[in-house]
């Protein structure tokens, strides 16, 4: 089954829209990452959260290890936001990423 | 800071074929990773590498072999190259496992 659940699976904002992003695991974690991609592109790690909130600039994420969930905040998007966004756990025993939530900003 | 460069960029093959594709950090992580991204979706691990000459098998590791003959590179072959395994392959490193990973720009490979 699906180890990693990302919500949603697309999104469409209008500049500056906010966005929250969504991943809920099926197992317990010991750590999780954040990534954005665009397309063609490689991964840029946004954040290491394995748990509680870290913010960097207009980007929060938060998690729940008791509820095996992080979720990513995107406030006052920006057409430069556009592209995929994945999250990724490792639970020591193996890692599993999300299948991604591709975001698209219109001006 | 650091980078993390993989060659080649792209990577054409015959079915059949055996090939290789290779990784490089200057982090001086000890623990590597190869993945592989189909269109559209997320990551698969195919294999990891804690230290020099240590390999750990991921879930997709079958038609693939690795070699970490240093701690800065990490190559990856495979074995014999299918049409269905077309995808992007992209190299991780970092400190331990379970710590931040740091990607490479990837690997798009084509089967004909």
């Known amino acids: 089954g699906q180890q990693v659940q990302q919500s949603p699976a697309s999104l469409v904002l209008q500049e500056g829209e906010n966005a929250e992003l969504q991943c809920n695991f099926s197992?317990?974690?010991?750590?999780m990452q954040w990534f954005y991609q665009r397309p063609g592109g490689s991964l840029v790690s946004l954040f290491y959260n394995p748990s509680g909130t870290k913010q960097s600039g207009r980007l929060t994420s938060t998690t729940v290890i008791k509820e095996r969930r992080s979720s990513l905040h995107i406030s006052s998007s920006q057409t430069t936001d556009s592209g995929t966004y994945l999250c990724a756990m490792d639970n020591n025993n193996r890692i599993f990423f999300g299948d991604g939530t591709q975001l698209v900003v219109k001006p | 800071g650091g980078i993390i460069t993989q060659t080649p960029k792209f990577l054409i093959g015959q079915e059949g074929q055996k090939l290789t594709l290779k990784c490089q950090q200057n982090f001086n992580h000890d623990t590597m990773y190869w993945y592989r991204q189909d269109s559209g979706k997320g990551l698969r691990l195919i294999y990891y590498s804690i230290t020099e000459n240590d390999l750990q098998k991921g879930d997709l590791s079958e038609g693939y072999d690795a070699s970490r003959e240093k701690k800065s590179s990490f190559s990856l072959t495979v074995t014999s190259a299918q049409k269905n395994e077309m995808a992007v392959f992209l190299c991780a490193s970092s400190i331990n496992r379970g710590w931040e990973q740091y990607f490479g720009p990837g690997t798009r490979l084509t089967v004909l």
């Open positions: 197992t317990s974690l010991n750590s």
